[in-house]
């Protein structure tokens, strides 16, 4: 029996792409279940897709995870499959998209490149490796087929990891902490936790200073975004575990002026 599919990209709905490389899959593997984790990614950014995907694997069966968000297709960027622990198969761009999703899982445990996989759809085209290259190899991989004949093998420990920034904090004072990646509702999802604000003397129920590099607010820690006025920013834990600043049916982005990688001190008021 096939193994299911997990599919993330930023191809969107308007064009045939997304729908394509499941056609492809389809033809390979036909059995095998295609779960559309999400195609609404912003175009080209693969900080956003490796957070969406290591958000959404937590609650996904093992299987195979292909994702491609792929600005540098065609270029010397390499094109892998990789192995982790709990029978797990990754499938995508070597672009630090799959990184953070295989550090949620110890990390990889093989890799191969299959830029000249013997299962590639011929003639491969320089712009569309999704559907060339990875749906074949994750079709491939879903009927049980062994990564060591997809491709060559490399080091795991070469792929190419996204850096992200610690968070800094003064114990009872402030949480400095890095924007991850913003959703499509505009909300900020921190690099930091709950036990993060603990630490710093945060505390629910409480207003706070919230900092960034070209804006300042106040928010107040709450539970849910309802806990703030309309219009109103607030920091909570969202449904990643993260904390998060939003905007009472608002985007927080907009309004703080804050995008992945800036950072932003969080102080009690």
Same mark, same amino acid.
């Given at each position: 029996m096939a193994r299911p599919i997990t599919f993330l990209s930023d191809y969107g709905l308007t064009d045939e792409f997304a +729908? *394509?490389?499941?056609?492809?899959?389809?033809?390979?593997?036909?059995?095998?279940?295609?779960?559309?984790?999400?195609h609404g990614i912003a175009r080209h950014d693969v900080g956003q897709g490796a957070a969406v995907l290591a958000n959404?694997?937590?609650?996904?069966?093992? +299987? *195979?995870?292909l994702a491609v968000v792929d600005p540098g297709v065609g270029t010397e960027r390499r094109a892998v499959a990789a192995a982790a622990a709990g029978d797990r198969h990754f499938v995508g761009p070597d672009n630090g998209l799959l990184s953070l999703a295989l550090a949620r899982f110890g990390g990889a445990t093989e890799a191969v490149d299959i830029s000249g996989t013997p299962v590639r759809l011929e003639p491969v085209s320089a712009t569309f490796h999704g559907r060339d290259l990875f749906a074949p190899v994750a079709a491939h991989l879903a009927l049980g087929e062994p990564l060591a004949g997809l491709g060559e093998p490399i080091d795991a420990a070469t792929l190419v990891k996204i850096e992200r920034g610690e968070p800094e904090i003064e114990p009872g004072t402030r949480l400095e902490a890095e924007v991850g990646h913003v959703d499509a509702f505009g909300n900020l999802s921190l690099i930091a936790t709950a036990a993060d604000a603990d630490d710093a003397g945060l505390e629910v129920g409480n207003r706070l200073r919230v900092r960034g590099p070209r804006r300042s607010d106040e928010a107040v820690y709450a539970l849910t975004f309802a806990d703030a006025d309309p219009g109103d920013t607030v920091l909570l834990v969202d449904s990643a575990y993260s904390l998060a600043l939003a905007v009472n049916r608002g985007d927080a982005s907009c309004q703080l002026d804050l995008a992945p990688g800036d950072r932003v001190v969080l102080t009690s008021m």
């Open positions: +729908g *394509v490389c499941r056609a492809v899959i389809a033809r390979i593997a036909p059995d095998a279940q295609v779960i559309d984790l999400s959404a694997l937590g609650y996904s069966p093992a +299987g *195979v995870h």
